[in-house]
Nanobody, 114 residues
Framework: QVQLVESGGGLVQPGGSLRLTCVAS????????LRWYRQAPGKEREFVAR????????HYGDSVKGRFIISRDNAKSTLYLQMNSLKPEDTALYLC???????WGQGTQVTVSS
C-alpha cells in the first residue's frame, strides 16, 4: 500500500524559505517519477514540480520557476521541495504524488503572510 507523508509546512513571512519533505513507502521509490502539487482554498489543484525517477529530468509550474527546487533521495525514499522567495500567493496545502499510483498524502500547509 502506497503511503506518502508530507511535512515541513508552516507560517513564513513573504520572501522567506521553507523545505518540504515527502517520505514514501509501499512501492519501489527509485523506479517512479514524483510530483508536488498544491491546492489553495477555492482553487483547483495546481501542478508545482515533477522529477524523474533518477532525478535527471525536472519540470516546474510557471508560477514557481526560478524560486522552487525539487529533489529526491532514493536511498531514503524521500522527496523534497525547497521553496525560496515565498509569496502570499504560494499559500496552499502542498501534496506529493507518485506517477503511476492514485494515492495522495494528507498534505502539509504552507502559509505565507506578514
Amino acid at each position: 500500500q502506497v503511503q506518502l507523508v508530507e511535512s515541513g509546512g508552516g507560517l513564513v513571512q513573504p520572501g522567506g524559505s521553507l523545505r518540504l519533505t515527502c517520505v514514501a513507502s509501499g512501492f519501489t521509490f527509485s523506479e517512479h517519477a514524483l510530483r508536488w502539487y498544491r491546492q489553495a482554498p477555492g482553487k483547483e489543484r495546481e501542478f508545482v514540480a515533477r522529477i524523474s525517477y533518477g532525478g535527471e529530468e525536472i519540470h516546474y509550474g510557471d508560477s514557481v520557476k526560478g524560486r522552487f527546487i525539487i529533489s529526491r533521495d532514493n536511498a531514503k525514499s524521500t522527496l523534497y521541495l525547497q521553496m525560496n522567495s515565498l509569496k502570499p500567493e504560494d499559500t496552499a496545502l502542498y501534496l506529493c504524488k507518485v506517477d503511476g499510483y492514485p494515492s495522495w498524502g494528507q498534505g502539509t500547509q504552507v502559509t505565507v503572510s506578514s
